[in-house]
């Protein structure tokens, strides 16, 4: 008989499996085909097994909602972007890339702008032009692990979703994740003193249920971001401030030097963020390039 599951871990050829209805976790490998096909199961998948014995045999993989290209991650309800603007510090450009795949896999985005306890003095003051700018695009949360600030807030986020971290080495993942479900003791570490980037800690992407209702995926962060793949002339449709600003002169206005154009003139205005905007500019440079 084929019971149905969700994609836990995978490593390799070996998978762990938490059964939908049970909710029992079960070691499973992958049919020799699949090494033909080269298909390979990612974290979220839902998968089809059976039972021999103790272990579980995958024999077909369900046909995924979506997927996040990085992390790599299947059927999410939303992409929580994590962000610092201290320890580490992380570039609006590389942030904005995180934010352009959520966009391209047509995910929720939910923004969390963490370690707000060490902030001072013009960091402030960054911190408010952060939150003016995206929470006018997306949900925002502050959160502090040390003062407990937002955690709450974002655990009523989580409820009855599969959400997915995403975001820089160092910026917090791990440490939010302890926070919000105690008991997990997911492995964090300092940042580095001498780089002032973060150390990985977690080092493949792992499904864990929270205790109040949802599952999470803690995923390894990164250091920079690939965006070769996405086209030029397809980039306006990952800024959704942009996107909504069609009313330019030529329908297949890219928003760089053509006239007429309706975007150039609401930056101008102060109704698209001037970094955002340079932002889109330096993407869309560097797609083209490729």
């Not at 973060?198 to 929270?210: D, P, Q, V």
């Not at 209702?213 to 306006?236: M, Y």
């Not at 007429?260 to 869309?284: P, T």
């Amino acid at each position: 008989m084929r019971n149905r599951g969700i994609v836990v871990k995978f490593m390799s050829n070996a998978l762990i499996v938490e059964d939908i209805k049970t909710g029992e976790r079960i070691s499973c490998y992958l049919r020799g085909r699949f090494r033909v096909q080269e298909v390979r199961p990612i974290v979220g998948d839902i998968v089809e097994y059976t039972k021999v014995q103790d272990k579980g045999v995958v024999e077909s993989i369900l046909k995924r909602k979506n997927e996040l290209a990085k992390p790599r991650v299947a059927n999410v309800d939303q992409v929580v972007c994590v962000y610092t603007i201290k320890k580490p510090e992380v570039p609006l450009l590389v942030f904005d890339k995180l934010l352009v795949l959520v966009e391209e896999a047509k995910l929720n985005a939910l923004i969390v702008l963490n370690k707000i306890d060490l902030l001072e003095g013009p960091e402030r003051e960054i911190k408010r032009y952060f939150v003016d700018v995206y929470s006018k695009i997306y949900p925002v949360i502050c959160t502090s692990v040390k003062t407990k600030e937002g955690i709450e807030e974002l655990k009523d986020h989580f409820k009855d979703r599969l959400s997915v971290f995403a975001g820089l080495s160092g910026v917090g993942k791990s440490s939010l994740l302890n926070c919000i479900s105690p008991g997990i003791n997911l492995r964090t570490q300092d940042i580095s003193q001498r780089t002032d980037r973060g150390k990985h800690t977690t080092t493949s992407a792992e499904l864990i249920r929270l205790p109040f209702g949802g599952l999470v995926v803690d995923t390894p962060g990164f250091s920079l971001i690939e965006i070769d793949h996405i086209k030029p002339e397809n980039l306006k449709f990952y800024f959704p401030e942009i996107a909504e600003n069609n009313s330019c002169l030529f329908k297949d206005c890219n928003h760089i030097d053509e006239p007429g154009c309706k975007v150039k003139e609401l930056v101008q205005e102060g109704k698209i963020a001037k970094s955002r905007y340079e932002n889109y500019l330096q993407i869309f440079r560097e797609v083209m390039e490729r």
